[in-house]
């Protein structure tokens, strides 16, 4: 009973850091505002792009 009682602690106090890591692990969006100047956002792709000058 007392094993159970650790396990089940133990568990319980690793699961905010378990979360933590796995968010800490994604990948950051690229937005519009990280592209670089002269470029565009293209929401179609999602990556900036250099526009085709007309």
């Not at 690793?14 to 890591?21: C, K, R």
């Not at 950051?28 to 956002?41: L, M, Y």
Request: proline share 6%; with cysteine; hydrophobic share 45%.
């Amino acid at each position: 009973m007392k094993l159970k009682i650790a396990v089940t602690a133990l568990v319980i106090s690793m699961s905010p850091a378990i979360a933590s890591a796995m968010c800490s692990s994604m990948k950051p969006q690229q937005t519009a505002s990280s592209c670089a100047e002269g470029q565009v956002w293209d929401s179609e792709s999602a990556t900036c792009i250099t526009p085709l000058s007309s």
